[in-house]
């Protein structure tokens, strides 16, 4: 109930193309949804987040499409570039009880020049 | 931006010894948290904070100890260190009911135990 499921596990693209990361997750309880970038050697920041009132967020290069009936939401990297290859967390929280962030297993992303 | 910050950033240590990462955000947040990150990417939860003087084992069950004697200090403890301790750890801070929740992250602690 408290996991959030994320693939792929590894994601390879070219240089303008799109690159998507999808999670899912089981606790409805849950009511904040962002996503991390990790760059090597350096700790998560936060990238794009979303609530479950809307089904689409976006800022600039980057979307959130969120689906509550699926309990899915996913992260799409329009025109990509070799700058984004980095690892990508998706997470969820509620506000709720604990305040704990849930993250998911996480996706290297690798943009090829 | 990121006011959080972690000591040592790299660590080596024998086996058996007494270890203590440090942890620090000026930043006035409430909340505290601490996060082993093992090579496969996963961050798993081991200790987190509300505040002064409260802290709450994560999901991860781990051998370590912390304390939060003061609003900006939330300092790591492993009594006895072994090779299964050897990951990265990462230390995060956010405020409660801030409008745009978000995670500090500090740049961690990559800790190897020989």
């Known amino acids: 109930q408290q996991q959030v499921k994320q693939s792929p596990q590894s994601l390879i693209v070219q240089k303008g193309g799109i690159s998507i990361i999808n999670c899912a997750y089981e606790n409805t309880a849950f009511d904040y949804f962002p996503w991390y970038q990790q760059f090597p050697g350096k700790g998560p920041a936060l990238l794009i987040a979303i609530r479950p009132d809307v089904s689409e967020k976006k800022e600039g290069r980057f979307t959130i499409s969120f689906n509550k009936s699926a309990k899915q939401f996913s992260l799409h990297i329009m025109d990509s570039q070799p700058g984004d290859s980095a690892t990508y967390f998706c997470?969820?929280?509620?506000?709720?009880?604990?305040?704990?962030?849930?993250f998911g297993t996480g996706t290297r992303l690798k943009v090829l020049a | 931006e990121a006011d959080i910050y972690q000591t040592p950033r790299y660590l080596v240590i024998g086996t058996g010894k007494k270890i203590t990462l440090e942890c620090s955000q000026t930043m006035g947040h409430d909340k505290m948290y601490w996060y082993q990150q093992d090579p496969g990417m996963e961050l798993h939860l081991i200790h987190y904070s509300y505040g002064v003087n409260s802290t709450e084992k994560g999901d991860l069950s781990s051998e370590s100890t912390v304390s939060r004697i003061r609003t900006e200090h939330f300092p790591l403890t492993l009594e006895s260190a072994r090779p299964s301790h050897t990951s990265q750890y990462l230390c995060?801070?956010?405020?409660?009911?801030?409008?745009?929740?978000?995670?500090?992250f500090g740049s961690g602690t990559q800790l190897s135990v020989l």
């Open positions: 995060a801070s956010t405020n409660i009911g801030q409008p745009n929740e978000k995670l500090f």
């Open positions: 997470a969820a929280s509620m506000k709720a009880g604990t305040y704990k962030y849930i």
